[in-house]
């Protein structure tokens, strides 16, 4: 579902600028943002965080783009829920 690459570029060819050491890609098929909320959505967890920066990026066909900016390579899971639909992303904390 995912894989953490050094830099990434959206469907147009260009360089999308995150913070963090590492970018983890999610590729999220049959989804849709909120409406009215843009583009750049930002992250809040606790002390420690592993999350540098997070953007969501619309692509064509009903797809999109998660990148999200670690502050180090962390291992991660990602997964579905429903009622209401959602991707959840566990990132780990640094050691």
Known sequence: MGRVVDEVT???GEAVPLDGSQILVLSIIGVTWQPGTGGVHGVSGPTGNSI???QYHG???GSG???IGLVERAEYRAFTVVDPYRVVVDI???T
């Open 10 to 12: 959206t469907e147009g």
């Open 59 to 61: 692509q064509s066909g």
């Open 52 to 54: 540098a920066e997070a």
């Open 65 to 67: 783009g998660l990148y």
């Open 92 to 94: 780990a904390l640094p």
